[in-house]
C-alpha cells in the first residue's frame, strides 16, 4: 500500500499524514477551506491573535512521544507549564486554586474543604493505578472487532476502573464537598461530556492534570498546525485546498480512491478525517447512518482588549447549581440560566498574541447541540460579559476593542455534527468499542481519524487515534482487520 488519500485536515489527518510518509508513503490532503487544523486555528484581528478551539494543553508526553514518531522534534515548538494549574470560582465566593505540587495542593485544601484531604489523597493514589492499567488496554489499542474489547482481561480492567460507574456519581466516593466533587467532575465538558452521564474512565482527565500538568503550546495551540504543515512540505506533500469532496469510491467493497466534482483521484487506502457523522453521506449507500448523540456545544466569546489583566491563564466560573446547568445542556436542550463558563487568557504568559501592552481573552460557555437561534440569544452574551465583570475581568466592556462570538449554529455550518464541539457525546454506548473505530465501515481500505473516533476528543487523544489508524494503514495494529475479515 504506497498511496494514501486523505479527505480533511484537521490535527488527526497532519498527523497521521506526518507518520505515514515517515515511512516513505505517499500522502495527499483535500481540504475543504483555505487552511489547515480543522478546530484547531486562531482568530486574528487587528495584530491580535488567539486559539478558536483547544486551549488546555493536556498529557503533554503523549504529544511529544506522538510527534517524535512524526519527526517532529521538541525542539520545534515549546510547551510552558501553567502554575497554578487554574482557579475555581463559585457564586457564594468560595474559591480553590489547583496546583500540579501536591504539597501546594494539600495546603489549599487545609484552607478551604479539609475534611477532604483524605479523600484528594486517596484519589491521587487510586487514579494513578487505574491510569496505568487504563492507558494502555484503552487508549493504545483500537476494537474494531468487538470480540477483542470484550474478553475477559478487559472486563476485569474495566470492573478495576470502575467503569459502569458515571464520573460524578465516583466523585462523590472521594469528596464530601459538592463544591469539589464538581471541580474534579466537570473536565468531562472538556470533551463535551455529562459528568452525570460520561463514565467513571474519564475522570482520569482531572487526575492528569495534577500528574503531568496542564501546558501552554507558546504562541498559541493553533500554532502547532504550521509546524506540521511546514514538516508535510518538506516531504513533498500534495494539499488541495478549498476542495468539496463530493465521494469516496467504494468497488468491490473496497474503497479505492477520492471523489472531487468531476475528477477522481485514485488511491490505495482512503483516511476520513472530520466529525464522523457528517462526513457518512460521502460513502453514499455504503454508509447507514446511525443515530449519534452529539456532544453538548459552545458559545465561544473572543476579544481583544486594550489594556492587560492581572488574571490566571485558565479560570472557571461555576454555576450556583451545577446540576441544573447540566440538566439545561444535555436534557431539557434549552439555554442555560445560570451557566459556568472557562476563561482563557494567554496573554497573562505571552506578549506575542496582541499589541503592546493589549491582551486577547476566550470565553467558552457549554451549551446545548441542536436547534436553538443563538442569533436571538444576544442578552445570553451581555450577561456572561457582566459575570466576567462581576469575576475577574473589572470594566471589560470599555477595555474591548473587537469581540467575535461563535455559536452551535456556527459550528453546524462549519461541519460539526448538530453543533456539538467535541464530536459524538462520550457516553457509555459511544465510548471504547461502542465508539467508531479507526476502521469505522466493513469497507476495505477506509479508514476514519477525529475525536468521534475511538479513543476520543482533545487534541492528544485525537493524535493518539491517528497514530492508531496510522499503524493499521501499515499494517502494524494487532487486528490485523482485513485478513481476520477475510477468514485468512
Known sequence: MKRIGIVGGGIGALTAALILTKQGKSVEIFEKSHKLGGRLSFVERDGYRIDEGPTIVLLPNMIREILEEAGISSSQYELIPCDPLYTLFYRDGTTYT????????????????????DGFLRFLNDMRMRFIIGKPAFLERSFVQKRSFFTYENMKTLVK????????????????????????????????GNPAATPAIYSLVSFSEHEYGIWYVKGGY?????TLKEE????????????????????????????????????????????YPTMLPLLGKEAQMKNYTPSSGCVLLYFGLNKKYDSQIHQFFLSDDMDLHMKQVFQTKE??????FYTFYPSAIDDSLAPAGKSVLYTLVPVPSGDIDWSKEEVFVEDIITRMEENGFPSLRKHI????????????????????SFGIAPILFQSGAFRPQVKPLDIANLYAVGASIHPGGGIPIVMQGAKLAADAILNKGVEQIDFIRKGV
Not at 464520573?167 to 463535551?192: H, P, V
Not at 493553533?222 to 504550521?226: D, E, F, T
Not at 476593542?401 to 456539538?420: C, I, Q, S, Y
Open 401 to 420: 476593542e473587537w469581540m467575535h462570538v461563535k455559536t452551535p449554529n456556527d459550528a453546524e455550518r462549519e461541519g460539526l455534527f448538530a453543533g456539538g
Open 222 to 226: 493553533a500554532s502547532l498546525v504550521q
Open 98 to 117: 489547583k496546583y500540579r505540587d501536591i504539597e501546594k495542593q494539600l495546603q489549599e485544601l487545609e484552607r478551604v474543604f479539609p475534611e477532604d484531604k
Open 161 to 192: 476502573l470502575k467503569a459502569y460507574q458515571n464520573t460524578k456519581k465516583m466523585m462523590e466516593s472521594y469528596f464530601q464537598n459538592e463544591k469539589l466533587q464538581e471541580a474534579y467532575s466537570l473536565q468531562t465538558l472538556y470533551i463535551g
Open 232 to 275: 508535510l512540505k518538506k516531504r513533498d506533500v500534495n494539499i488541495h485546498y478549498g476542495v468539496e469532496v463530493t465521494g469516496i469510491r467504494v468497488e468491490q467493497n473496497t474503497a479505492t480512491g477520492i471523489e472531487v466534482n468531476a475528477s477522481y483521484y485514485p488511491f490505495d487506502a482512503v483516511l476520513v478525517n472530520g466529525d
Open 335 to 340: 439555554v442555560p440560566e445560570d451557566p459556568s
